[in-house]
């Protein structure tokens, strides 16, 4: 029983949950990273998120096009990714997060891959092992109005660390609808 116990917490280390002004932010350690031949790279978190196994992935496409920023020398980069379903634990995750949003969601099953556009807000997410990188997520950004939803998903490999953080609150129901599409 006791090395269940001590496993489950190094395989689910314990989510950080901040609620500042309002918003809820949460910060998973990376529990495994790869870059694929195609040049897309995935990121998986598991982690206990007020007593829940919870986790899930991004994928992020190889091809991020920068677009200047008028008036400077800098660029934005925008591309492409996936929010992954790992199993069980990417349902548990939507529970989790519904729960901290105020919201009841009955059934959880969220599919293998959403869909989002990306930009990279001051990085080039298509640099990840070089530096970390913060990015805004747009779900559904050419579909239903009902499930545009934006949501901050920052990684840093070096420090083995994904944030998974509120853009607007308003944006709530729109992001667990977009997730379980």
Not at 41 to 48: C, D, I, L, Q
Not at 58 to 80: C, H, M, Q, R, V
Not at 152 to 160: E, G, H
Request: overall charge negative; proline content about 3%; glycine content about 8%.
């Amino acid at each position: 029983m006791i090395w269940s116990i001590f496993s489950s917490a190094k395989d689910y280390p314990e989510v950080v949950v901040g609620e500042e002004e309002g918003f809820v932010d949460l910060t998973f350690t990376i529990s495994n990273s790869k870059k694929f031949e195609s040049g897309a790279h995935e990121v998986v978190v598991k982690g206990n998120l007020k007593g829940d196994q919870v986790g899930f992935a991004i994928e992020l496409l190889p091809s991020w096009n920068p677009k200047a920023i008028e008036g400077t020398d800098d660029a934005f980069y925008w591309g492409e990714a996936f929010f992954k379903n790992t199993g069980a634990d990417s349902d548990s995750f939507i529970r989790a997060l519904a729960l901290l949003y105020g919201a009841t969601v009955t059934d959880a099953s969220v599919p293998n891959k959403v869909y989002a556009q990306v930009v990279g807000l001051g990085c080039n997410p298509g640099q990840l092992e070089v530096s970390a990188c913060k990015m805004k997520f747009f779900f559904s950004p050419d579909g239903d109005e009902g499930l545009y939803s934006e949501v901050f998903i920052n990684i840093d490999l070096a420090a083995k660390k994904l944030e998974f953080n509120e853009k607007d609150n308003d944006y709530r129901a729109a992001l667990l609808r977009s997730l379980l599409q």
